[in-house]
């Protein structure tokens, strides 16, 4: 095909979901000029069968686009390669057909592309992306005004980059042709884009993203495996075995070994959740099964016929030595086991009942950072009261004989690479671990904790971190204590806080440091001892800006109606670009909420409600909470705006039948509007969960008068 100067081809792939298709292409029309950019759009079809050929051959008839359709579903490569071969532009535009372009976008990605011999391809921000272009928090898509405000406000800086994802891809022909397009190896799709990246940047060129944003859906054409088990299997299979594709082309593949301790009285089917999440990333799985008093052969066998599932996935088929029947004796001594059985380059490390979010995550970053010894991860985990919690921990690290664990109990590895001189990565992979799921469990784990804090402590060889797990430990123990009993308990945790500080001299930018400084502060507010919680919080926000602290603080100034001094403070931590994560556990989505609601609060108490308005819609955005919806309901209706209150009314009283301030509020704006029946309706429901309300039985007999002069 002969090339015309000047031209972009933007070539977009279908697979059904014609709604999505017919947005993105309304919008290409809409937003781009062809006297600015000249372009042509090429849509390669692979075997829709919702009505989307029929909407393609209408505008191809209407001369609007070319068009190819495939008998069967060929994949992302090759229909991309596909609509490549009929390209008549200087320039290729990868774009998915879940996308909503905005004003000027082709024009502005042109324009950098063509500033730069060397510059190879440029893409734009998104809301739905991995990598660097894509921009967190963005609100959901509502029309087409507010999105082109958004690509205003959530244009991010234009900056180098050594990887694009091609949702959005602006690509010179010439590199294109050099490269050889996409390599069909990684059909149906993924990893195609990764490799033709690092072919670009081998070859001297290099990649930028625009300040420009674009609107992503996200991975329609995959989503529905999500609701179907055995596809997104299958689809978790694809991802895996692509990654090795990519990573044996580039001749940079290295092994990793799973390494787990498992009790042979753990769920069988919790075991097979994990290895679910894992297997098709791994090439050998390690375990060790053990017994706390003598062997149950019986329990071992349903374990074991768990772990033989995902045998043949295995590089080595989880040979004779792949896993161990052992007694207990503490955490790092069955973890250091498990390590002696690994072969292969890397180990990474999950408990039974963890479930790897980021499957792919662990060999992405071995390869972005390959002189990195061990790689933080994100733990999200369920602590004693529910809430999710965050921690960095170290998963992922090389296979090195000194790196082993220690203590007895919350076993660290660190602790031996520190001495090896080891060097860290922090990373973005995450694990969902699910810690607590009952108050039984969260007894018992904690009482064989603080079996073991204690030996160690006896044993001489306690940290300071050790001191730290027995602090928390003690806390979540005497909370099931009577009140009097959890006073007096709290009064020698204090004397172990200021112990651990004075004893360890730790530095005040240590996160311990500051995690104590919380956990004394909110012992002090349990305590009802104002000034010293206060003292204590404010050590921890003053110096390092720590956002628990911060909220507790607000929450004691609000109660001194100080609502000025509480602003400051959340305000402050509302303008934080994140909220620091570290070893010491944080749970930054309660966090969020609490600071959310909190400045909701200090305006309804100061009469601003347009701002309660926004910070408590916000907060509703973090965590659905009747409480705050209730509060958003209050401040609607003093702006005036009753139907907007009604209608959140009714879907909180749809979703919460027992709300019955609901209930009362759509019954009081019924009388107002002299819709007495309704309103009736409405009071009775109030009435099943108020019974002997004066109020509601007065406003009752008051609506059956009044019906009853109307008949």
């Known amino acids: 095909m002969e090339m015309r100067k000047g031209l972009v081809s933007v070539i977009i792939l279908t697979k059904d979901n014609l709604e999505y298709t017919k947005m993105c292409l309304n919008s290409i029309f809409e937003q781009t000029s062809l006297v600015k950019t000249p372009f042509e759009v090429i849509v390669v079809d692979n075997a829709s069968k919702d009505g989307t050929q029929d909407y393609l051959k209408g505008l191809s008839d209407a001369k609007k686009i070319k068009v190819m359709f495939n008998k069967e579903n060929v994949g992302f490569p090759e229909g991309n390669n596909q609509g490549a071969s009929i390209a008549e532009g200087e320039f290729i535009c990868l774009l998915n057909n879940d996308t909503i372009v905005t004003k000027d976008w082709l024009s502005n990605l042109l324009r950098v592309l063509r500033s730069e011999d060397k510059l190879a391809a440029v893409g734009p921000y998104c809301n739905h992306s991995s990598g660097e272009q894509m921009v967190p928090q963005c609100p959901p898509y509502q029309d087409d005004k507010t999105l082109q405000e958004m690509a205003l406000k959530f244009s991010g800086p234009m900056k180098n980059v050594n990887f694009l994802v091609f949702f959005c891809t602006l690509i010179k022909r010439s590199v294109w042709d050099e490269i050889g397009g996409l390599d069909e190896d990684f059909s149906p799709g993924n990893y195609e884009d ?38 997104y299997k299958a689809y978790l299979e694809l991802l895996g075995k692509n990654q090795k594709i990519f990573m044996q082309k580039i001749g940079k593949y290295k092994t990793i070994g799973l390494c787990m301790i498992v009790g042979d009285a753990e769920s069988p089917e919790t075991l097979k959740r994990c290895l679910d999440s894992v297997v098709d990333y791994v090439d050998e799985i390690n375990i060790v099964f053990n017994y706390k008093w003598f062997p149950k052969q019986c329990r071992l066998k349903k374990l074991r016929k768990i772990a033989g599932m995902y045998t043949y996935k295995m590089s080595d088929a989880l040979p004779a030595n792949g896993y161990k029947y052992i007694k207990w004796t503490n955490f790092s001594d069955m973890r250091n086991e498990s390590l002696k059985m690994n072969n292969c380059d890397y180990t990474l490390i ?31 985990s369920l602590n004693e009261k529910g809430g999710e919690e965050i921690i960095m921990q170290t998963r992922l690290f090389k296979n090195k004989k000194e790196y082993r664990y220690q203590k007895l109990c919350h076993e660290d590895i660190v602790l031996s690479m520190k001495d090896a001189n080891a060097e860290r990565c922090m990373t973005n992979i995450e694990i969902s671990h699910l810690g607590y799921d009952s108050i039984k469990t969260v007894m018992k784990k904690n009482k064989r904790n603080l079996k073991l804090l204690n030996e160690e402590i006896k044993s001489g060889k306690a940290d300071q971190l050790t001191y730290f797990h027995l602090i928390s430990s003690k806390i979540i123990l005497n909370e099931y204590k009577p009140k009097d009993v959890q006073l007096k308990e709290l009064g020698k945790i204090m004397d172990l806080i200021n112990y651990t500080l004075d004893h360890f001299k730790l530095l005040d930018t240590d996160p311990l440091t500051t995690k104590l400084w919380v956990t004394a502060g909110v012992i002090c507010m349990f305590c009802s001892q104002t000034v010293a919680a206060k003292s204590w919080l404010h050590k921890a926000f003053d110096k390092n800006s720590n956002p628990e ?32 994560i570290s070893n010491m556990a944080l749970n930054a989505k309660e966090i969020e909420f609490q600071m959310l609601y909190q400045l909701g609060d200090c305006y309804v108490f100061k009469k ?94 008051m609506v059956d008068k009044i019906l009853r002069k109307e008949k």
């Not at 009942?353 to 999200?380: S, W």
């Not at 401040?635 to 009283?653: F, K, P, Q």
């Open 194 to 231: 990764n490799l033709f990246c690092y072919r670009v940047i081998e070859r001297g060129y290099f990649l930028k993203v625009v300040s420009h944003f674009i609107w992503h859906w996200g991975s329609i054409s995959w989503k529905g495996q999500n609701q179907d088990p055995v596809k």
């Open 350 to 380: 999950l408990d039974d009942d963890d479930v790897m979010i980021t499957p792919q995550g662990p060999r992405d970053v071995i390869l972005k950072n390959p002189e990195a010894d061990y790689f933080k991860c994100k733990v999200h």
């Open 549 to 580: 602290a911060a909220v507790n603080l607000a929450s004691l100034y609000i109660k001194e109606k100080n609502i000025d001094k509480a602003i400051e403070i959340l305000t402050a931590i509302d303008n934080l670009d994140s909220f620091p």
């Open 608 to 701: 601003e409600f347009e701002k309660a308005e926004k910070y408590y819609k916000e907060a509703l955005f973090v965590k659905k909470d009747l409480l705050i919806a209730d509060r958003l309901c209050k401040v609607l209706r003093a702006l005036n705006r009753h139907s907007e209150a009604a209608l959140i009314t009714v879907n909180l009283v749809n979703t919460f039948p027992g709300y019955w301030e609901g209930w009362k509020n759509l019954a009081l704006e019924e009388i107002k509007a002299n819709r007495y029946r309704t309103a009736k309706l409405f009071l009775e429901e109030v009435n099943k969960y108020k019974p002997n309300d004066k109020d509601i039985l007065f406003n009752i007999s």
